[in-house]
């Protein structure tokens, strides 16, 4: 099982970013996907939620309206567009594929919020 964030980055205050997690080793369309962050000293918070066909999202209040979680199940792999991004979202960010009897993460993707 493997799932490998990529995207992140330095950004500006206000900027954008696109993560992305590439999925394999299981039935990716089966899971139900989250992304994570973990911001320095902090524990890991959760971020945002997609269900295993794509019809269903739930965003942390700190990101409703300006996160969006999306997924291709064609070719494994889940997204997370981030605008207005603040510094206090500086984080590591994780992927997650969650079942009923599987919890698998990937090693994170560091995302920067900085002038």
């Known amino acids: 099982v493997q799932l490998v964030e990529s995207g992140g980055g330095l950004v500006q205050p206000g900027g954008s970013l696109r993560l992305s997690c590439a999925a394999s080793?299981?039935?990716?369309?089966?899971?139900?996907m989250n992304w994570y962050r973990q911001a320095p000293g902090k524990e890991r918070e959760w971020v945002a939620t997609i269900d295993s066909a794509g019809g269903f999202t739930n965003y942390a209040d700190s990101t409703k309206g300006r996160f969006t979680i999306s997924r291709d199940n064609a070719k494994n792999t889940v997204h997370l567009q981030m605008n207005s991004l603040k510094p206090e979202e500086t984080a590591v960010y994780y992927c997650?594929?969650?079942?009923?009897?599987?919890?698998?993460w990937g090693q994170g993707t560091r995302v920067t919020v900085s002038s």
């Open positions: 997650n594929a969650r079942s009923t009897w599987n919890n698998y």
């Open positions: 080793g299981f039935t990716f369309s089966k899971y139900n």
